[in-house]
């Protein structure tokens, strides 16, 4: 599987020439395997079973194969773990295997492909399909190389000396730290939570991603929420008749496919409402993509508040953190 029906992994496992599993935040499944529960062995386990030469199937849904590729081996061994992949969309897919992938676009019409993370193909239908169409599809060339070490992680130091680059006071900056930090910890406490406790995206929006602007110098008055179906929009008078940012919120824990396609669709759609936009931003109050809204779906600038990098390693064509608030900071939106 390359995700679900609300996450797209493809143009991840495209770039870096890989297949990739988790959860992974209890380190390499070989060394580490009493960290991982059953049900987490069961989406893991099937990088210790395949062999050089196998063929995997990408896929999104049920119906619709993506691509499909030979699996290498490095260092006589094909399973493989990696800190590049430990945020790919907000989810920690760490166990990966190489694999020489082949761009497939083939749309069974009928729902034969598993709903598992990975699950092994019989149905001589879709096998048949595959092989019909192998030689001809063409190699995909990885365009990414996966880094050796994890980029720096930033510190509040860093956060703060960008804001007051920006004009901010020093002590405006100092309190934001404050502010951003606090926001910062009960994201943290809604993702150890997870499914344990229900959150809904309003909750989510009014508890996180609300408090999150605010901190970052936002006033109330240029805050609107759920206007004409959007979620949030951010303006730059008091007047709220200069839109700026438009804020697509969902629910914790789900992907981003979906929210990006209604976010664009907005951009699309209501462009005299939005008439000089600048940016747009579709989070669920942890994970925050940031777009130029004339290049959607293409990301600017991608923000985790769980824990702040210079860069993720997964996207490494995509500006990080201290881009992202420097895009979103009132003074230079």
Known sequence: MS?????????????????IVGPGRGGSYIQFRENYSKEDIKKINWLTEVLEGD?????????????VGEVLSKNDQVYQYSDTFGDVDGWDLNHFCYVRWRDFNIDLKHRWLSRSTAQYLYKREVINRIEKAWESASLIKPSH?????TPPRLQDIDIENLLISKGLRIQDAENTIVTLNRVRKLANWYYKMGDKIPSSEHEIRAFIV??????LGWSYQKISVETNSIDILLYSDNQRKNPKILIETKSLFSGSKYSIRQAQN???TKHKMLKGLKTVIVTDGIVYWMFNPEEMPKPYAYMNIK????????????RGVLDFIENIIPNNS
């Open 210 to 215: 609300i408090p999150l602007l605010y901190s």
């Open 145 to 149: 190389k996966l880094q050796e070490n």
């Open 3 to 19: 995700g679900d029906s609300t996450r797209d992994f493809s143009d991840v496992m495209k770039n870096f020439g890989v297949a």
């Open 266 to 268: 907005y951009v699309q």
């Open 307 to 318: 824990e702040f990098i210079s860069i993720n390693p997964a996207y490494p064509a995509v």
């Open 55 to 67: 063929r995997v199937v990408m896929h999104n849904g049920q119906s619709v194969i993506q691509a």
